[in-house]
């Protein structure tokens, strides 16, 4: 068997199906693997450059696949499944990843820290209680009508509402604690701290930044950043004529929903004249565009000033930060 030079791995729970080239493009290695045998079977084999498909476990096996020497590459399932040549099963993916990790536009997922990941796990439980506290608020409201007591809608109605009910809490103890412990988080963070001066960035919003960009320097400028996010729009351009359709989408759906919600809050403070120091392109932006618009645009400069924060560590300065954004 010639040397190894790359390796796609698609992995699962139980088995791991394995696609390996030599350096004549050659396949010299399919094999699967069960869970058990993996590292085994790669602490027996020299470094070479290992592919995985970006998932919630291929961060674990990236790390430990590291620590035996390889190189791993993580790429998002969408840029792997051009390259699936047949039909959709365990050993076309694991080429698929072995071709697709070949070309020199491709895009590769950095590797998050142990400590990045549990931090991540930290706010999904709280964006998940979240949603609890959200659906146990109108199950109270529901029971409530059916003895006659009405409230509005709005979290600030419902503690009325419970103690008309004789009810001492509106919120549960869990999500309070988990909320907590999320403050903790930001407040010990220097970084985050920073992010969270920015007009429209909250504790979340900086922790969140912090927590799912493992590495900012990967991105040329704070454009690639913003498109990471999904906050650019599409291009369907064609014979020399600029279309630019909505916002791709694409990126991590819970931080480019949040930045959008922390733009929205600061566009409706400037047009109620409830702001501070308002940005003058944010103004000259409002007299032209719709606020929902406004918004994404806002959001999208956000996402660069915070992309500008991480790689350079300089601190946010709301009197520097005006100029610059009504020159752009």
């Known amino acids: 068997m010639g040397k190894i030079i790359r390796i796609g791995m698609d992995t699962s729970k139980q088995i791991f199906q394995l696609h390996g080239v030599d350096e004549a493009e050659q396949v010299v290695l399919r094999q699967k693997l069960r869970r058990r045998e993996v590292l085994e079977f790669f602490g027996k084999l020299a470094p070479t450059v290992i592919g995985i498909e970006a998932c919630g476990s291929s961060h674990y096996w990236a790390r430990e ?13 969408q840029l792997v499944k051009p ?21 020199p536009k491709m895009r590769f997922v950095p590797v998050k820290s142990a400590e990045s990941q549990a931090a991540l796990m930290l706010a999904g439980l709280r964006d998940r209680l979240v949603r609890n506290r959200t659906q146990l608020a109108n199950a109270i409201r529901g029971y409530a009508a059916e003895f006659g007591l009405v409230a509005a809608k709005g979290k600030a109605k419902l503690e009325p509402l419970l103690l008309r009910l004789q009810a001492d809490e509106t919120v549960p103890p869990l999500a309070r604690e988990l909320f907590a412990e999320l403050m903790a988080w930001h407040r010990a963070n220097a970084l985050s701290r920073n992010l969270a001066r920015i007009p429209g960035v909250g504790p979340v919003i900086a922790s969140l930044l912090v927590m799912k960009t ?17 906050l650019t729009p599409k ?4 014979a020399g004529k600029v279309r630019l359709g909505v916002i791709t989408r694409a990126g991590d759906e819970i931080l480019r929903s949040l930045l959008v919600v922390g733009a929205t809050a600061v566009v409706w403070q400037v047009r109620r004249g409830t702001g501070r120091n308002p940005s003058p392109w944010l103004v000259e932006l409002l007299k032209r565009k719709p606020p929902k618009l406004a918004a994404v645009a806002l959001a999208n400069k956000i996402a660069r000033v915070a992309w500008k924060l991480m790689t350079t560590g300089e601190i946010y300065d709301a009197n520097r930060a005006l100029p610059a954004t009504a020159a752009a």
């Open 83 to 103: 390259y699936v040549s047949r039909g959709k099963n365990d050993a076309a993916d694991a080429e698929a990843l072995c071709e697709a990790m070949s070309r």
């Open 235 to 238: 291009d369907h351009s064609t």
């Open 65 to 77: 696949l590291t620590r035996l020497g390889h190189e791993v590459k993580l790429m998002a399932p």
């Open 214 to 230: 493992p590495d900012p320097h990967a991105f040329r400028s704070g454009r690639y950043f913003a498109a990471w996010l999904g």
